[in-house]
């Protein structure tokens, strides 16, 4: 069964002689994303492969909150990157598609689409 996903990314700057600064972007509902899910990344290259039949516009990686394990998240396996350890990430993506994560260690990611 698909699930609606709704992404809202907002910012809120303050201190340093600004009083308040937001910035928030909505991203329209997505009828027909497909249900959060998990991987279980090993050390080295982990080839993801994002669902299809669905509409699917980004993912958001959720890794452990106390992950120690660096990442590189990569389009293809010979891309350099960008690296994160313990963030959320949110990477565009395509129905069908893939992403790599290479892991420095086992463990196990969250993945919402949307």
Do not use: C, H, W
Not at 31 to 47: D, E, Q, R
């Amino acid at each position: 069964m698909a699930k609606t996903a709704t992404t809202t990314d907002q910012t809120i700057i303050s201190g340093d002689e600004i009083t308040l600064a937001t910035y928030a972007r909505v991203q329209a509902a997505n009828a027909n994303a497909p249900p959060p899910t998990s991987v279980s990344l090993s050390a080295g290259n982990n080839t993801v492969t994002v669902p299809s039949g669905f509409t699917v516009n980004v993912v958001k990686v959720f890794p452990p909150s106390g992950s120690s394990n660096t990442k590189t998240y990569k389009g293809v396996t010979g891309d350099t990157g960008f690296v994160g350890t313990s963030q959320v990430v949110t990477l565009p993506v395509t129905a069908g598609g893939t992403f790599v994560i290479n892991s420095t260690g086992g463990e196990v990611v969250d993945l919402v689409y949307s």
